[in-house]
Antibody
Framework: QITLKESGPTLVKPTQTLTLTCTLS??????????VAWIRQPPGRALEWLAL???????RYSPNLRRRLTITKDTSKNQVVLTMTNMDPADTGTYYC?????????????????WGQGTPVTVSS | DIVMTQTSLSSPVILGQPASISCRSS???????????LSWFQQRPGQPPRLLLY???NRFSGVPDRFSGSGAGTEFTLKISRVEAEDVGVYYC?????????FGQGTKLEIK
């Protein structure tokens, strides 16, 4: 059974750097085909894809946020970490990590099959 | 970025009646691997998104067969054959063909 759990601060001040951790169970972040993405959701609004890192360290970012984001993985802890610099109140929302396995079905799978419960982040002074 | 646009449901849906949600992409979602990577997610109140369908019409594990998907290229539809109370929530389409992956704005399903 694959599970993901997000952790990090619930409150950050404007201009600070946010660091979020996604801990996976039931699957290794270094398994061929596995990728983990971060997706956020402002209160009452739609989902926004932020970044993704694959088993082979290939990483992708939202162009709009590229300068502020860094995604890394720690295979020894089976974790994926997202850092976002220069936080602003507009970054307030729930942050989710989500799993993808490119080889999960007979054909390439380019979607997210398992999600964490999300972690709320408020940006306020 | 590929823009995903969803339709709104015009009114609450009566229990047991069908519902249909449309999603349009600003570009074709056909990937060079031959697949069309359009997914549908359900988000119940207070819950994370849940994968319903991938590659247009493939139901994910545990998803009831009253959920189905269709479409091609840039036009896609999610259909619920008989709406149940547990289907209340917001439905999102997502394209996984091109980075950045993008979601529609969501369509809220309410029950009458």
């Amino acid at each position: 059974q694959i599970t993901l759990k997000e952790s990090g601060p619930t409150l950050v001040k404007p201009t600070q750097t946010l660091t979020l951790t996604c801990t996976l169970s039931g699957v290794s972040v270094s398994t061929s085909g596995v990728a983990v993405a971060w997706i956020r959701q402002p209160p009452g609004r739609a989902l926004e894809w932020l970044a993704l890192i694959s088993w082979d360290d290939d990483d992708r970012y939202s162009p709009n946020l590229r300068r502020r984001l860094t995604i890394t993985k720690d295979t020894s802890k089976n974790q994926v970490v997202l850092t976002m610099t220069n936080m602003d109140p507009a970054d307030t929302g729930t942050y989710y990590c989500a799993h993808r396995n490119y080889y999960a079905s007979g054909s390439p799978l380019r979607t997210y099959d398992y999600w964490g419960q999300g972690t709320p982040v408020t940006v306020s002074s | 970025d590929i823009v995903m646009t969803q339709t709104s449901l015009s009114s609450p849906v009566i229990l047991g009646q069908p519902a249909s949600i449309s999603c349009r992409s600003s570009e074709s979602l056909v990937h060079s691997d031959g697949g069309t990577h359009l997914s549908w997610f359900q988000q119940r109140p207070g819950q994370p998104p849940r994968l319903l369908l991938y590659r247009i019409s493939n139901r994910f594990s545990g998803v009831p067969d009253r959920f189905s998907g269709s479409g091609a290229g840039t036009e896609f539809t999610l259909k619920i054959s008989r709406v149940e109370a547990e289907d209340v929530g917001v439905y999102y389409c997502m394209q996984g063909t091109q980075f950045p992956h993008t979601f529609g704005q969501g369509t809220k399903l309410e029950i009458k």
